[in-house]
């Protein structure tokens, strides 16, 4: 390792995290591998963020930071990426952080493996606990075909963004601006261009989870964007012919997406147009990935998506019923602000 020289980009796209900025910022400074860069895009913060930033980029010449105005997100990560000096490419979100050695960890598991992409895992942060996904420290090293299998089917390798150090070459898809789920949407075309992807069974990276978040609200446009994100994987692996033989199984969990989605915005979002419309848009995309079989769906959900087509007010009626799990409210989780 040449003293000195940049290896690793770190990207942090910023905005009105003030409160929780400066422990993300701490935990990249902390970090045992020290030829980084950390790049944050101020997203035009109506807080201190902006600031908060700037202050760190004085006190630390690995700092950089660009203002703009607000744009969201994903152009925010596209902008740094063009910014990046480095090979490789790390995000971090400015409302989490990471052990010390996590860089250290996935940049030793990239070059011992000469994979293209390192991945490891992660803790779900909440006020009252924190919840690993996985343990045991194992290092399993996959070709592109399993890696793409295991993250379409988002359980070994989950489709965020933050958990992974990537070779900027994989990078060959832009984040769509303007949706939520972009990563879901984004990621696994970047793993469709790696030869290989080592996973390191050790979590990392502390995912805080927060009210009002992406995946903690009741906005229906967000359901929506997560039903398209679902539609874009499955026409992008039909459109490139990968995997036929399992086109029939990404369609059907396609609809399966749709069902649940549909049942979050009747369960979780406030009632009226907003919400009547995006399930109308929802319902329709449907119809291009339909019929499905029986056996695709499961039983009880075939009958469902019957209902939703043929007798959508018994629908509308049986999902609004909640079922109150025991299991959950003994389990129950305390959210940050």
Known sequence: MVEGKILISIITPVYNVEKYLPQCIDS???????????????????????????????????????????????????????????????????????????????????????????????????????????????????????????????????SYLVDKLYNRKVIVADQPGSYYYEDYATLFKWFD??????????????????????????????????????????????????????????AAKVVRVGLREIKGIVRKCPPGDVSDHYIKCIKSELGAFLPVRIGSLGFFRWIVLKLLFLCPDIYFFLMKIRIRDKRKVRNAVNLYD
């Open 193 to 250: 261009a790696a030869d290989r992807v080592s996973v390191v069974e050790t979590p990392m990276y502390h995912y805080r989870q927060r009210k009002g978040s992406t995946d903690h609200d009741g906005d229906p446009k967000k359901k929506y964007h997560f039903f398209l994100a679902e539609k874009e994987r499955c026409s992008y692996l039909t459109r490139n012919g990968i995997f036929p033989e399992l086109h029939q199984a990404f």
């Open 28 to 158: 990249v400074i902390a970090q045992t591998f020290r030829n980084w860069e950390l790049i944050l895009v101020d997203d035009g913060s109506t807080d201190r963020s902006g600031a908060i930033c700037d202050e760190y980029a004085a006190k630390d010449s690995r700092i950089r930071v660009h203002h703009k105005e607000n744009s969201g997100q994903a152009d925010s990560r596209n902008i740094a990426l063009r910014m990046a000096r480095a090979d490789l490419i790390g995000y971090v979100d400015s409302d989490d952080w990471i052990e010390p050695d996590m860089y250290e960890v996935l940049y030793r598991a990239m070059t011992e493996t000469g994979a293209d992409i390192s991945v490891c895992g992660y803790f779900t942060s909440y006020t009252n606990c924190e919840k690993p996904s996985c343990s045991g420290g194992m290092t399993a090293v996959y070709d592109r075909e399993e890696a793409l299998k295991l993250i379409l089917d988002d359980k070994v390798i989950k």
